[in-house]
C-alpha cells in the first residue's frame, strides 16, 4: 500500500516544476525493480492527522461549507459574505473563544495538589525539589517575602489560608519586590562567566495572570495539563461571533442547524420548501448525508469535534468526499475502510466503492473482513504466514479462481470455505434513543458498545458518579512521537531489563 500511494505522489511531483520536486526527496525510495502505467494515486490511510481543535465533522465532510453559503446568501435580505460563518475565519471565529467553542483557563484544582501540603512541601504542583516553582518565576524563599509582607508564610498548610492569601500566591502582589529566577544568591556567588549575570528583580506576579498568557498564545502540551474548558460564554459553543449567530434561515440559526444529529439534519432538509438557489446547495448534501447515516455516522453532528471522531469514520469521511468530487481516472489506495463496521453498514460500504469505480476509478483495498474480500474483483494475497516469514505473493488473480484454487495453503481461502453456506442472520436494529435508554452497566462484566454514541457515554459517566467508580478511559490515541522511545520504554519493561544486566558479574566485575 506504501510502496503504491508513495510511487503514486512521486509521478504527480515529476510533473511539477524543478522547485515543486525537491519535496519528493522525502518520499521513501521503494525496493522494487519497476513500476508500470501508475495512475494518479489518492490514498486514504487511518489516521488521526485529521483532527485538530479547528475542525469538526463538518469541516472534515464539507457540508459546513454548504450551509455557510446558504447562510450567507439566504438568511438575510443583503447577500453577506460566508465567512461571516466561519470560525476559522477572523471575521467569524468569536473573538472571547477564537472560535473554538469553548473558553479554556487554569483550573485551581489541577494547580493545587495535596491541600494538607504547605507551599514549601509542595501544595502547588508544579513546585520543583530545588523549590522553584514553575510558571511564578520565583523560588519559595523568595515567595516567602511576599508572604510575610500579607501576614503569612509558605509553612502554613494551603487549606488553612484564606482567600485573600490564596489570591496572593496566585494572583501576584506589589508590596515588595523579590528576585526571580530558580537558582538562589548562594549557588549564583559559584558561577562564572556569561552565567554571572545580575539577579533581575521585581513585583511578584503571581502563577495565573503568567499561565493564562501561555494558554493563551502557545497552549503548548505542558500547560494544558492545568486546563479546563468551559462553554463560551459569548458565542454559547457557537464558535462564531455572537452577532452573527442573531441570522436564522428557515427558523434556525447556524449553531442550531449544525447542532442536529445527521440522521434529524437529513430528515429537517427534506421537509423544507426551497427556492431554486437553496434547492441547489440543499441537494448538495442530501447524498452525503444520506451516505454518512448508512454507514452508522448518523450520530454525529456537524459540530462534532474533530476528536470525537474515531479513524476508521475519519477515513470514510474522506472517502464519501472522493466520491462526491467526481474524479476519473485514480487509483484509490484504502486501509481497511471496513474496521468498526457492522455488516450492514459494510454492505453500503461496497455499493460507495463501486460508485467509485463506476465513474472510472481503481480501487485497491487492504481488508483482512472476508465478506469484503469476496466482494472483491481480483484478490493479491501476501503470505505463507504473518512477519518475517511472509511477504510473498501467494496468489494473484480473479476471484473466481482463488476461490477456486486448491494447490496453495491459504488461511484467508480456508476462512472463506468455512463460512461459505453458512447462514447469517440479519441483526435487529434499533433506533439510537432506545438504546442509549435501555443500555445498563453492569459490575464484574463486561459490557460492549458497538458505537461510541455521547448518550452512551453521558450514561457510562452517571453510573460512575452513582456507584462512586473510577472512569478510566483508553483511547486509540499515539503514546508519543520521539524516535528514542519504544514498547519497552513506555511499558517500563526496558527498566527490568538494565536492572537486571546492572546485576550481572560481567557487569560488577
Same mark, same amino acid.
Request: with cysteine; glycine share 8%; net charge positive.
Given at each position: ?37 501508475l ?66 483557563? +487554569?483550573?485551581?484544582?489541577? $494547580?493545587?495538589? !495535596?491541600? *494538607? ?5 509542595? @501544595?502547588?504542583?508544579?513546585?520543583? #525539589? ?7 518565576q520565583?523560588t ?66 503571581g502563577?495565573?495572570? +503568567?499561565?493564562?498568557?501561555? $494558554?493563551?498564545? !502557545?497552549? *503548548? ?5 492545568? @486546563?479546563?474548558?468551559?462553554?463560551? #460564554?459569548?458565542c ?12 436564522e ?30 434547492k441547489?446547495?440543499?441537494n ?10 448508512r ?23 474522506? $472517502?464519501?468526499?472522493?466520491v ?12 481497511? #475502510?471496513?474496521?468498526?463496521l ?38 493479491v ?11 510473498e ?5 480473479a476471484i ?10 491459504s ?71 520521539t ?6 520504554t513506555?511499558t ?11 546485576k ?6
Amino acid at each position: 500500500m506504501g510502496v503504491i500511494a508513495n510511487e503514486g505522489y512521486r509521478y504527480y511531483l515529476e510533473s511539477l516544476p524543478a522547485y515543486t520536486q525537491q519535496n519528493g526527496e522525502m518520499i521513501p525510495t521503494a525496493e522494487v525493480d519497476d513500476i508500470q502505467e501508475l495512475p494518479p494515486v489518492i490514498k486514504v490511510e487511518q489516521s488521526k492527522r485529521f483532527q485538530s481543535i479547528h475542525a469538526t465533522f463538518g469541516t472534515l465532510s464539507g457540508l459546513a461549507a454548504l450551509f455557510r453559503i446558504l447562510f450567507a446568501r439566504y438568511s438575510d435580505q443583503e447577500i453577506m459574505s460566508k465567512s461571516l460563518f466561519s470560525f476559522n475565519h477572523p471575521k467569524g471565529a468569536c473573538e472571547v473563544c477564537r472560535g473554538i467553542g469553548k473558553a479554556e483557563y +487554569i483550573d485551581i484544582n489541577k $494547580l493545587v495538589g !495535596d491541600t *494538607n501540603k504547605t507551599l514549601r512541601e509542595g @501544595a502547588i504542583t508544579t513546585t520543583l #525539589p530545588n523549590g522553584y516553582i514553575v510558571y511564578s518565576q520565583v523560588t519559595v524563599e523568595e515567595l516567602n517575602k511576599v508572604c510575610k509582607a500579607h501576614g503569612f508564610h509558605v509553612d502554613m498548610p494551603w487549606k488553612t489560608l484564606s482567600a485573600q492569601q490564596k489570591e496572593v500566591v496566585l494572583n501576584g502582589s506589589d508590596r515588595l519586590k523579590v528576585f526571580y529566577g530558580k537558582h538562589g544568591l548562594e549557588s549564583r556567588l559559584r558561577w562564572q562567566g556569561i552565567k554571572a549575570k545580575p539577579r533581575e528583580e521585581g513585583y511578584y506576579k503571581g502563577m495565573l495572570p +503568567i499561565m493564562q498568557d501561555i $494558554l493563551r498564545r !502557545d497552549r *503548548n502540551p505542558n500547560i494544558l495539563k492545568f @486546563a479546563s474548558s468551559k462553554v463560551c #460564554p459569548s458565542c454559547k459553543g457557537g464558535r462564531i461571533k455572537a452577532e452573527h449567530l442573531n441570522y436564522e434561515w428557515k427558523g434556525s440559526n447556524f449553531q442550531a442547524w449544525t447542532a442536529r444529529p445527521l440522521c434529524d439534519l437529513y430528515d429537517a432538509l427534506n421537509q423544507l420548501d426551497l427556492n431554486a438557489g437553496e434547492k441547489l446547495l440543499v441537494n448538495k448534501m442530501r447524498i452525503p448525508l444520506l451516505d454518512f447515516i448508512r454507514l452508522g455516522m448518523g450520530h454525529y453532528q456537524l459540530s462534532t469535534p474533530s476528536m470525537a471522531i474515531s479513524s476508521g469514520d475519519g477515513q470514510r469521511i474522506k $472517502l464519501i468526499n472522493q466520491v462526491t468530487s467526481n474524479l476519473q481516472g485514480i487509483l484509490y489506495v484504502f486501509d481497511e #475502510p471496513s474496521i468498526g463496521l457492522s455488516s450492514n453498514y459494510q454492505r453500503h460500504l461496497l455499493h460507495i466503492l463501486d460508485r467509485v469505480i463506476k465513474r472510472g476509478n481503481t480501487v485497491i483495498v487492504v481488508e483482512h473482513d472476508l465478506e469484503f474480500i469476496q466482494a472483491a474483483d481480483w484478490i493479491v494475497e501476501l503470505g505463507p504466514e504473518a512477519g518475517i516469514h511472509g511477504g510473498e505473493v501467494v496468489f494473484n488473480g480473479a476471484i473466481q479462481d482463488f476461490l477456486k484454487a486448491k494447490d496453495f495453503k491459504s488461511p484467508t481461502l480456508s476462512a472463506l470455505k468455512t463460512v461459505k453456506g453458512q447462514k447469517i442472520s440479519k441483526p435487529q436494529i434499533q433506533t439510537q434513543s432506545g438504546l442509549a435508554s435501555h443500555f445498563q452497566l453492569q459490575a464484574n462484566q463486561l459490557v460492549v458498545m458497538s458505537r461510541k454514541t455521547p448518550q452512551f457515554l453521558a450514561r457510562m459517566r452517571r453510573y460512575c458518579e452513582m456507584k462512586h467508580l473510577n472512569l478510566i478511559t483508553v483511547t486509540d490515541q499515539p503514546i508519543g512521537k520521539t524516535p528514542r522511545s519504544n514498547p519497552a520504554t513506555y511499558t517500563g519493561l526496558a527498566d527490568k531489563i538494565r536492572d537486571v544486566l546492572a546485576k550481572t558479574p560481567k557487569r560488577k566485575s
